[in-house]
């Protein structure tokens, strides 16, 4: 094999570490999957990547995405972190925005701040909201903070000035004084990350930031080191939340950048699988253990949204970064149901989660859930789990549905099994209307990508539930993630607070803005690129109409700033808002909140090898076996073919009902839809009209 | 598989209950998203919901808590109005009258019909806040008549043709109609969201089942709630609290008598004896006190169950005449509405807490804090009105947890305060101060959570209307717990401080450079202080929650030299402590003679108390008081 001819992608999730291979001369993909080692990621992921028999010497790129960092945060073991900030607001961060979502919960919690009031340290300074100084910032103040924080042992220092959106003078100062003084520590500032106005949410970022920044760099310089003692010498890559790469120095500074990349990865996955299948629109559906996503390819472009809640609305603490909008809910396949107060049938919130883990793992679980639904309904097989790897058991499964659904709610086990899927089934169907519905896309002009262990086993249901009229799996959905990271490009994003009113837009500031996001965008693209990159440039804006407080992001042609045409920006802003909230003015005043850039390094493509070419439509070469599926109410109980997917080949049709069993996952099939192969090996699903 | 049980089954019942939970947050969302004022966007003081076709609510979004009947009572005066067969399909009725809302006039109420076909199925409603409705823009109010346009129970659309009447009659009658007019037509298309949703689980399951499914959530909600009301000991509870005064009589008392018994699964809460309509504008119709007491009673029973719906109340029967604070007569005015019944629902814990301690949680600051500010802009000279405040405060501790800082009042739930770097950018104002406020909370073995202050300096002229209450009278705690400090306002003209006794601090003109501050009050403690653990009490003092001499006063801390608290030297401090009745509860702020604790009076009064004035007088002159800040 010749050096610099591989792609390598690892995925490293809570559970499994997942790799994929791509050789670009033969268009060949291998895959791996191993145990994710929490106490050393980057070993598990080389042996993952041993188990694909590939070397990081042949290697031309490395693309990683990782959990290092929301692990950090969400297990809350991070650096000793302080927070520098504008006199009269150390406590913003622990008032946040006082909202209390549980309105009837005497019990309620508030989000809990990553850096504790003792070590969140006031400084007397002060800009307006138009930049102006109010109160000069004195370097001799911060240098007696720098000594309280070294005697603290602070390894991390966060920095947020009121208004630094505006004017990041005295963040930049700050920020170089800190660092001279305290040359070990991880020190950030809020306008490095987001220079949006909102001075809680841009604290909690920040802090974020420098509260995993340690963790995070200390682990990249691990995988440096690893990748150099076994002979790499491509570009290492890490994705974003965004779905986009960038390098490791960047990626060690904007540590929070990366705290989504599995998801968003899979997102970026199904807008390339889009683009070879020639479809503009998809549903990303990504169904695992704990929880169901579900993500929109609009028009070819993934949508993304502008701020994110780690640890959910409730008490979660907001990223103020772009990151893929992704709408989640806590429906996996663990996912317990019950039975509330003697009546009524519940699925979730709680979960089995890995350990117990469902009834039939047979590890100490005793209350069913969606994966002991499944298995009784037949549509899981018992010794085809894992490839085999683990025997399921029907029998404890079947004991614990009959005695702790069906009997107490006079069901058959059948019955209360097939009622839990599709109660589970409307939940996900709520998830993925949250990212269509409600965002006024039309769920029934979009084709279906599902991934994800569960993903295929729930997304016909889930896809006849919202009269989604394709469905669409992937190769290897269990590794999708990966796959995506490896169709990804570079990506650097920028966004600026810039309050004007459209009639009376500065242009002039906005094009020195534009002007000096792009250069630094291409600058940075070009440190983290592996060779000569085609480079696209991405304008949009955050608009409103004047007296609103949300504001939308619309994709705006550069050109139309360029010729002032504040016709153009004000339609496209019209179209985007009557889209998403039924209607628009044509002759109400807008007004721009933020100016966003995207530069993109475009990578070009894996090409993978096409199947094999069925001589026939009729798939019995992969036919493995025949078993009882209870439908339930799309047909009751039949005898169900099921096939082996690696034995499928391009051209394959298959009419439902039927399974199709791969190592990972499986496809369920109900009576009515049909299915066939295409010529990448994807599970092209119509559904019964 | 057999299908020979009755309908609807619980799968079906599930599937649509998620359906109206999930419809219900989606018209929420929607009316965020699209409104003009910062009112609804920003304070989410709107609630949505869905209604079955005699009014009785489905599932109300999780806004605000106090509006859990405004919508449904609403729905029932408007089909009373009309009749069955005066309502169309394509109608959307509107009202904002108080009498019946239990709100004040800003909240403008519009609701549809949902017609499967012929049949009435159920409704659709939303009532949001209005930035502005007219009336008297500064002070206090005496009569509704004063507090803008009302408007009776119409039709703003009939058969789907905008009422154009009505809706000249409102853009004239307010300060700013172009937000109103949004307002307007984003609460409408929230309702239609609502409708929407309805008729596509029409759609999908049938009526029947639909219709048998509300049924079932009624059912359900109501089995819950009895399960809840049995394990509570049966007995007759019955506590006490004042309000400051209604704005009018200054420094005069109000007292909230609540009584509650509870026999096997069933709860009665009676409202008797909560103070008679008063002449300022803390005044509510009806629907506000069944609210107060509806929501205490699902904070107690159910507070996770969702969706929130009638059901839940079979169980309680509440009683409330006519004329009270609560259930108001016109033409009392309401404009500040929402102030009185939050203490209503904390009284109610407090009678609950010998039956039911671990449920109940010590009082909170009880006011949303909010300054009403209103100027003209520097550049245009146009109007604008502030809803600045809006801060948070502290919680009450309850038991095994202290209490949440800077959380919203009960009235609110969702609701957010403003970012200072939008006000600035807005208004010509600087956020000076936003911060937690050291000591407020209740100490006790778990401490209340921590109020906030806000100083807020102007940059132009202002004028400023503060209509806080529980200045005075503190938030309580509970089993030895103590009382947080309350409410406050301060004004700072000419580099003077002016502090003052009350909260209705009104028509106040503030000038460049002078500057308002804003102070809520924290939770009322749970338990002894004395038997605070130490570790917790340490890290109190480390993050500047508790000073260290109030951890001395009230907790019985003794510091060694290194500042760390010495365990042995405490735990003697405390036995002495206890032997001596230590430490003492401070439940009024006039009778408050602690180091820490503000000034609550001070010779710069507005409308001075004479009797307060004289206390302070003589407390000053025999040298027992500490705490003059003038």
Redesign the interface.
């Known amino acids: 094999m010749a050096r610099g001819q591989l792609r390598i992608a690892a995925d490293v999730g809570g559970t499994f570490t997942d790799v994929a291979v791509f050789d670009e001369v033969s268009g060949e993909i291998r895959l791996g999957k191993t145990l994710t080692t929490p106490a050393s990621l980057i070993e598990g992921m080389s042996h993952g990547v041993s188990k694909t028999k590939a070397s990081f010497a042949d290697a031309r790129l490395f693309l990683h995405g990782t959990t290092v960092a929301i692990n950090a945060l969400l297990e809350r073991k991070g650096a000793k972190t302080a927070l520098v900030t504008t006199k009269g607001f150390r406590d913003i961060y622990e008032i946040g925005r006082i909202n209390r979502p549980e309105a009837y919960n005497l019990f309620f919690r508030k989000h809990r701040p990553l850096i504790e009031r003792a070590l969140r340290i006031e400084v007397d300074e002060r800009m307006d909201a138009a930049g102006e100084i109010l109160r000069p910032l004195n370097d001799s103040e911060l240098e007696a903070v720098a000594q309280r924080l070294a005697d603290e042992g602070v390894e991390a220092v966060a920095i947020l000035f009121l208004h630094s959106y505006r004017n990041p003078d005295h963040e930049i100062r700050a920020r170089d004084v800190l660092k001279r003084l305290l040359p070990h520590a991880f020190v950030t500032a809020s306008h490095e990350l987001s220079q949006e106005y909102r001075e809680f949410e841009r604290t909690s970022t920040v802090a974020a930031n420098a509260y995993v920044g340690p963790r995070v760099t200390q682990y990249l310089s691990e995988a440096d080191r690893v990748l150099e003692k076994v002979g790499f010498d491509g570009k290492f890559l890490i994705v974003q939340s965004t779905g986009g790469l960038y390098d490791a120095s960047q990626a060690s500074r904007e540590c929070i950048r990366m705290l989504e990349s599995g998801p968003a990865a899979g997102v970026i996955g199904t807008r390339e699988l889009c683009a070879e299948m020639g479809l503009s629109s998809a549903i990303a559906f990504d169904m695992g253990g704990t929880t169901a996503k579900a993500g929109v390819i609009l028009d070819g472009v993934e949508l993304t949204a502008n701020q994110v809640m780690i640890g959910g609305y409730a008490e979660g603490l907001p990223v103020q970064i772009p990151m893929i909008d992704i709408e989640e809910v806590g429906t996996g396949g663990g996912s317990i149901a019950w039975v509330a107060h003697g009546q009524s049938l519940r699925v979730g919130p709680e979960s089995a989660g890995a350990a117990p883990g469902p009834v039939c793992y047979g590890n100490g679980g005793t209350e069913p859930t969606v994966t002991d639904a499944n298995l009784l309904l037949g549509r899981l097989a018992p010794d085809l789990f894992l490839g085999g790897e683990m025997q399921l058991d029907v029998e404890g499964a079947s004991r614990a549905m009959s005695e702790r659904i069906a009997e107490p709610l006079g069901l058959t086990v059948a019955e209360a099994a097939d009622g839990i899927v599709r109660i589970a089934v409307t939940q996900m169907a709520n998830v993925v209307k949250r990212v269509t519905t409600a965002r006024g896309l039309d769920a029934r002009s979009f084709a279906m990508v599902a991934y994800g262990g569960a993903g295929p086993l729930h997304a016909v249901l889930v896809a006849r539930e919202l009269q989604i009229p394709r469905v669409i799996i992937p190769n290897a959905p269990g590794h999708f993630s990966a796959y995506g990271m490896m169709v990804s490009d570079l990506r650097r994003d920028f966004v600026r607070t810039f309050f004007s009113r459209l009639a009376e837009a500065p242009f002039e500031a906005f094009d020195s803005i534009f002007d000096e996001m792009e250069s630094r965008g291409r600058s940075e693209i070009e440190d983290a690129a592996p060779g000569r990159l085609d480079v696209a440039v991405k304008y949009a804006v955050d608009m409103r109409y004047v007296g609103q407080e949300h504001a939308v992001t619309v994709e705006i042609p550069g050109a139309a700033f360029k010729t002032r045409d504040v016709g153009a920006i004000k339609a496209a802003f019209d179209i985007v808002h009557a889209q998403r909230y039924g209607y628009a003015s044509d002759d109400e005043l807008a007004e721009i909140v933020s100016l966003r850039l995207s530069v993109i390094g475009v990578i070009a493509k894996p090409q993978p090898a096409h199947l094999d070419a069925a001589a026939q439509e009729l798939a019995d070469a992969a036919l493995i076996g025949v078993r009882p599926v209870e439908f339930g109410v799309l047909g009751g109980c039949l005898d169900t073919p099921i096939y082996d997917r690696a034995k499928l080949l391009s051209g394959h049709r298959i009419a439902g009902p039927a399974l199709i069993q791969e190592y990972a996952s499986i496809t369920v099939l109900p009576p009515g839809d049909r299915l066939v192969v295409d010529r990448l090996g994807n599970l092209d699903i119509s559904i019964e009209a | ?2 299908t020979n ?1 009755q309908t609807p ?3 079906t ?3 649509i ?3 109206f939970i ?1 419809a219900t947050e ?1 018209m929420k ?2 009316l ?7 009112i609804i ?2 304070a ?1 003081d709107f609630t949505v919901g869905l209604f079955d076709r005699h009014g009785n609510t489905v599932s109300i979004g ?4 106090m509006f859990i009947r405004g919508m449904s009572e609403t729905i029932k005066a408007k089909l009373r109005h009309f009749g069955v067969d005066g309502i169309q399909p394509g109608d959307v009725l509107l009202t904002n009258d108080a009498y019946i809302t239990g709100s004040h006039l800003n909240h403008m109420t519009f609701s549809v019909p949902i017609f499967d076909g012929r049949h009435l199925v159920g409704f659709s409603a939303c009532m949001a806040h209005w930035q502005d409705i007219g009336g008297t823009l500064d002070g206090m109010t005496t009569d509704i008549y004063s507090e803008g346009l009302q408007v009776p129970i119409v039709k703003a659309w009939r058969a789907g043709v905008p009422n154009e009447d009505i809706l000249s009659v409102i853009r004239m009658n307010v300060r700013l109609p ?2 109103a007019m ?1 307002d307007l ?1 984003a609460q409408v ?1 929230a309702v ?2 609502g409708e929407k949703r309805f008729l596509e689980l029409i759609g999908k399951y049938g009526r029947p089942a639909v219709e048998g499914a509300i049924e ?1 959530i009624f ?2 909600a109501e ?2 709630s009895r ?1 809840s009301v049995s394990q509570i000991p049966d007995g007759f509870y019955e506590a006490e609290s004042f309000m400051d005064d209604d704005g009018v009589d200054s420094g005069r008392r109000i007292p909230i008598r609540v009584k509650v018994s509870v026999a096997g699964d069933r709860m009665t809460i009676d409202l008797t004896d909560v103070s008679v309509q008063v002449k300022g504008f803390y005044n509510s119709g009806e629907t506000a006190g069944l609210s107060a007491a509806q ?1 205490a009673f ?3 029973t159910a ?2 169950e969702l969706p ?1 719906n009638d059901g839940a109340f079979r169980n309680l029967e509440i009683i409330l005449p006519s004329g009270r604070v609560v259930s108001a007569e016109r033409p009392a005015p309401m404009r500040w509405w929402m102030t009185y019944p939050m203490t209503i629902v904390d009284t109610i ?1 407090k009678a609950l807490a010998p039956a039911v301690p671990t ?3 010590a009082a909170h600051h009880a006011d949303l804090v909010i300054a009403s500010i209103n100027g003209r802009q520097p550049h245009d000279n146009k109007l604008y009105l502030y809803l600045g405040g ?3 405060g502290g919680w009450g501790a ?1 038991h095994g ?1 202290d209490g ?5 009042a009960i009235n ?6 403003g ?4 006000v ?2 807005k208004y010509p104002l ?7 406020r050291e000591n407020s909370g209740g100490a006790g073995k778990f401490r209340g959570g921590l109020g ?1 202050e806000q ?1 807020v300096r102007a940059r132009h002229d202002i004028m400023f209307n503060a209509q806080i209450e529980r200045v005075d009278c503190r938030p309580w705690g509970l089993f030895g717990g103590l009382s947080a400090l309350g409410n406050e306002v301060r004004l700072e003209r000419g580099g003077i401080e002016e502090r003052f006794p009350t909260g209705k601090v009104l028509s106040q003109k503030i000038e460049p450079g002078d500057a308002y501050t804003v102070c809520s009050g924290g939770g009322g403690g749970f338990g002894n202080p004395l038997d605070r653990k130490l570790d917790d009490l340490s890290n109190d003092v ?4 508790v000073s260290a001499e109030a951890a001395r006063e009230f907790y019985g801390a003794v510091f060694d030299a290194a500042g760390r608290i010495d365990r042995d030297a405490t735990a003697s401090r405390r036995a002495d402590m206890r032997r001596r009745g230590l430490p003492k509860d401070q439940p009024f702020a006039t009778e408050d003679h602690s180091s820490w604790g503000g000034c609550p009076y001070c010779t710069r009064l507005l409308q001075p108390h004479p009797e307060a004035q004289a206390m302070a007088g003589e407390a000053a002159a025999a040298g027992i008081s500490r705490w003059r800040c003038c």
């Open positions: 598989m057999t049980r089954d619980p799968v019942t599930e599937i209950r998620n359906g999930a989606e969302t929607n965020m998203r699209t409104a003009y004022n910062m966007y920003e989410l999780l806004g605000l808590p172009e937000r949004g037509k298309a239609r969201t079932a059912d359900h089995a819950v399960e929501v699902k904070c107690l507070g996770l929130v814990f449920r109940v949680i809006l801060i948070g309850k947890e949440m800082n800077a959380t919203v609110d739930g969702d609701t957010h305060n970012p200072s770097e939008q600035e950018a600087i956020v000076e101060r936003y911060t937690l906030t100083v480390r993050q500047g929650y």
